[in-house]
């Protein structure tokens, strides 16, 4: 799985798309197949609604309200197959209402979504998404699905979210692998402040495997916290903010390889897990009913890195790779992690 920051299309990118060949592949024409290929999945931030209710330009930039046209959903499957909502973008277009368009037009595509806007709304907080797996016997290897929980919290600036919000994250753990995509904190700043760290280690202690997050639209540091990785921000994937400098191009995105040896758990996960892959399904009901305990989760860590002067991302030189582990701190996080969940 590969995790990335910030996904929007809307403003400036949709401005130098428009008035480019590629128009709807553009924001996606830096990406090479061979990153695609390395990855079964794909996840990031979704900035914005994705609505056919047009926010123009002006006031886009004026008042920080987007959206972004369903029509680059169709490039935007060909890399992603899940999305996380929780953000303060998710209700720029007419509130719920274009939120409940976002979700449709993501269905109709078949990229999966989880998280909202309200972080009162724990009945949306989580939601188990079917990932795509590999299945191996003996020299027989097929292509599967297996269910993992994935989490959204919108907390910005820095609401703080009560045990009862975050009690979602332990009934999901019991039974499969739980990652946590926070968006919380101040913008641009290089460094998680207090309030976040202590609030996404409250996460960790709350059963999340791994916590990736979002928000500041740079790269932050990220942690080992009692051998789990909790990376602060993941920076700018694909977003308008060129003008504001460097940092706000720079993305590291966070690759989890994970494998389960259990053949009774590995059998009921490839039973349960394409079931997995509609909203609100019953997966964690089902899942509760069949894993008494949850297997054993190896787990390895890798990285890549993205760069995107010019309004779409594509995979960064060494040079600026460095930079990029440098600002993350990744080295040293991740230096002495459990490798096993």
Known sequence: MLFVGEVFWGRGIEYFANRSPLKYAFPFSGLTTDVRNKYDNWIGDLECPVTTTDIPYQTQVDHLQFNCRPEYLSEAKKWFNAFTLAN??????????????????????????????????????????????????????????????????????????????????????????????????????????????????????????????????????????????????????MFDQQSIGRDNTLSLGIALSIEINDQAAIKTYEEIGPTCAVFKDTCLTKLQTKIPTRPKISVSYGHECFYEPNYFPKPADTATCNEILQQSTWQSATKNLSNSW
């Open 88 to 237: 303060n973008h998710s209700f720029d277009n007419r509130g719920a209402t274009g939120e409940a368009e976002t979700r449709a037009n993501l269905e109709n595509v078949g990229i999966q979504y989880f998280g909202t806007y309200d972080i009162t709304d724990t009945s949306n907080s989580c939601e188990v998404i079917a990932m795509n797996a590999k299945s191996t016997a003996g020299t027989i290897t097929k292509n599967i699905k297996i269910p993992v929980a994935m989490c959204g919290y919108m907390l910005v600036v820095d609401t703080v979210p009560t045990d009862a919000e975050l009690s979602s994250i332990k009934k999901y753990s019991e039974v499969m692998p739980v990652i946590v995509m926070p968006h919380m904190g101040v913008e641009y700043r290089p460094i998680a402040e207090d309030v976040k760290v202590e609030t996404y280690h409250r996460m960790i202690d709350a059963g999340a495997d791994v916590v990736l997050a979002t928000h500041p639209h740079v790269i932050q540091n990220s942690e080992n916290y009692k051998g789990r990785l909790i990376q602060y921000s993941a920076g700018n994937f």
